[in-house]
């Protein structure tokens, strides 16, 4: 039996409350501030977006200001921008950014996959400490069968998790060639969701054609380690740098290729890194005269040598950007994105 004409006897005694998360609870159904505006006003709900998102840039745009007046940022960002306005910046993202949508770090990984053998967390953390990430992954993935390895990587970066972060700005900001190291889906499912996907996606080997879709005008996806569930291409311990990065093979020819344009670290430690000894030994040939310069967003500590972190970077012919490292990473990249395309 339809009772209708009690719905306004109903409607005089809901109630709603205010849950600790903010959610209000109507009946026992619990609805989020945004859920309620959509139903309600969905035009409304538009506006007060637009409204939201313009006072977060011009709050961003303050604090990347605030960034850039720190050490020799700003004529340093300045120079980024020049090139970024040419169409010259190419972005290579590293395992920071795919973070924030709950992949692990590469120290994080190698901790967890830890426990799954008998390498000692002892040995793995000296390893660690001393920059030896090539050399733990190798000594963990001796200690294990080939399949459990495998499976280990594809179980941490071959599945799909809710995108979030700032790498969802990419596609916004760069509408490029994107160059990674992460095993992850995480860029080109950023791309798919602009509706500004990738004509194309190179592993590993196959990077050697970038030159020519590079010259072609594509916009192409490389993944330079290769993918999570495919061993052939993948790059991770010490034996598959060495075979990937030994003279004469592809992945120095790429590193050479993609070196004429600049490159963007972002997301990237750049601590220990087989990219920076790779166009360090590439600027040692052609000297830094002649070479491009590339730029890397860095957070910075108060008790860290920046002067020492620098000169190893100039070497490679990477110039920092430097942010707090006591600060909110991913706000500070997003608020230097905004600064990037300012006016734009």
Not at 195 to 223: H, M
Not at 285 to 292: E, L, P, S
């Amino acid at each position: 039996m339809k009772m209708d004409f009690l719905k306004g006897k109903f409607n005089e005694d809901l109630l709603a409350k205010i849950e600790d998360n903010g959610n209000v609870n109507i009946a026992g159904y619990s609805l989020t501030p945004d859920q309620i505006l959509i139903e309600i006003e969905p035009i409304g709900y538009d506006e007060a977006f637009c409204d939201w998102l313009d006072q977060r840039k011009e709050r961003l745009l303050i604090k990347a200001d605030e960034i850039l007046r720190l050490y020799d940022n700003r004529g340093r960002f300045n120079r980024l921008r020049e090139s970024y306005k040419r169409g010259a910046v190419i972005p290579f993202i590293g395992a920071g950014m795919s973070m924030p949508s709950g992949y692990p770090g590469w120290t994080n990984f190698l901790r967890q996959l830890c426990y799954e053998t008998r390498v000692s967390a002892e040995d793995l953390n000296d390893l660690l400490s001393q920059g030896q990430y090539e050399e733990a992954a190798q000594v963990l993935a001796d200690d294990m069968p080939a399949g459990s390895f495998y499976e280990a990587i594809e179980n941490a970066f071959g599945h799909d998790e809710d995108l979030a972060g700032t790498i969802q700005l990419l596609p916004y900001i760069f509408n490029t060639s994107v160059i990674t190291t992460n095993f992850d889906d995480v860029i080109k499912r950023c791309y798919e969701a602009s509706e500004s996907p990738f004509t194309e996606t190179l592993l590993g080997a196959d990077a050697r054609e970038l030159p020519r879709y590079l010259g072609q005008g594509s916009k192409v996806l490389v993944k330079l380690h290769g993918k999570a569930n495919s061993s052939r291409s993948r790059v991770l311990t010490h034996s598959e740098y060495q075979t990937h990065y030994r003279e004469g093979n592809c992945l120095i020819d790429v590193i050479e290729a993609i070196s004429t344009k600049t490159l963007f670290f972002v997301g990237c430690s750049l601590v220990v890194d087989r990219t920076i000894l790779t166009l360090t030994q590439q600027l040692e040939k052609k000297g830094h005269d002649v070479a491009t310069r590339h730029y890397a967003l860095l957070s910075i500590g108060e008790d860290e040598d920046r002067l020492a972190r620098r000169d190893k970077l100039v070497n490679a012919n990477i110039f920092p950007i430097w942010y707090p490292a006591d600060e909110d990473h991913d706000e500070c990249i997003e608020a230097l994105f905004y600064k990037l395309i300012e006016g734009m």
